[in-house]
Every structure is written in structure tokens, then in C-alpha cells.
């Protein structure tokens, strides 16, 4: 069974590259087009997955992550925002790059957080068991929804999303 930290990881390191690999296409924007579409939906589904079984769990079991998880909701709020800057511009503009690069940095911020405070703290609070039943339940919810089909993309306001779910 996968486990969920081995996804989410994964999924850190597919957008790294990803990213990089747009940014080598700044004077090709057909092909910068075509991949920012299969990396924004990825980033939505990764995020999407993320709150619905990662961060409920977090908080479930590790004390006192309710700040970690607040953070957590505003950086997926700001990579949508970045998103959608660059879906109302035109593909190529100045402002499309704009949107891309703020997804870019709001991502970076996640990865960097989540990978230095919850996913340490998931790990010494989670058995494997649990790990491997997240793991099964995100992996499930990113087939079922292929290019975030199915995925508002709507924000989450971060005190309302723990409240919920703590």
C-alpha cells in the first residue's frame, strides 16, 4: 500500500521539475501552454487531496498543528490565486509568466514548510498503518479526478477549514 507521505513527496518533486521545465520555455509558449495545464490542474488535485485527507489527519494527530494547518490552506489559496492570474491572461503575456511565477513562489513556500514542519511531525505522531490508508485514500482521490476534473478551485478560508476539521 502507498504510503501518503511518499505521494505527497513525490508530487513536491514532479512540481520542482515541472517548473523548471517551464521556465525553459519562456520563447515557446504553445509548449509552455501545454504543460502549465497538466502542472496547474496537478497542483489543484495535489492540493485538493491534500486537505480532504492529509491535513484532517495532521491535525487529528499531531497536538497543537492548528497554525501549521492554517499556513498550509493559505499557501494552497495563494497557488490558485497564481493560477488563475495566469488562466485570465493571455497564454505567453507578461501577466500569464506573472500568474505562473506566483504559483511558482507560493508553491516553493509550501513545499518548503510542509517538508520542514508537517510531514516531520505527521511522522513521528502517525503509525504506517494510518500512513498506508491515507496513502490508499489519496491516491484514489487524485484518479478520480483526472486534470481536476470535478475540483472547484475555490479558496478555503483557513480558520473555517480547522474549525471543521479539528
Keep these: 500500500m502507498p504510503d501518503v507521505i511518499r505521494l505527497i513527496l513525490d508530487d513536491h518533486e514532479t512540481f520542482r521539475s515541472r517548473f523548471a521545465e517551464l521556465a525553459k520555455l519562456r ?24 486537505e480532504e485527507h492529509f491535513y484532517p489527519a495532521l491535525l487529528e494527530s499531531v497536538e497543537d498543528s ?9 499557501d494552497h489559496d495563494e497557488i ?20 505562473i511565477q506566483d504559483a511558482r513562489e507560493a508553491n516553493d513556500e ?12 505527521f511522522l513521528r505522531a502517525a503509525t504506517v498503518e494510518l500512513r498506508q490508508e491515507l ?3 489519496f491516491e484514489r482521490f487524485e484518479n478520480e479526478h483526472p486534470g481536476a ?17 479539528s
Design 27 to 50: 520563447d515557446d509558449p504553445k509548449a509552455a501552454a501545454a504543460l502549465w495545464k497538466g502542472l496547474s490542474a496537478h497542483l489543484e488535485v495535489h492540493a485538493s487531496a491534500e
Design 66 to 74: 492548528e497554525d501549521e494547518t492554517k499556513d498550509a490552506i493559505k
Design 80 to 99: 490558485r490565486d497564481g493560477i488563475r492570474r495566469a488562466a485570465a491572461a493571455e497564454v505567453g503575456s507578461d501577466e500569464w509568466w506573472g500568474g
Design 110 to 121: 509550501h513545499l518548503a514548510e510542509e517538508e520542514r514542519d508537517d510531514i516531520p511531525d
Design 135 to 137: 496513502g490508499a485514500k
Design 149 to 165: 476534473r470535478g475540483l472547484s478551485g475555490e479558496d478555503k478560508d483557513p480558520d473555517e477549514y480547522v474549525a471543521e476539521n
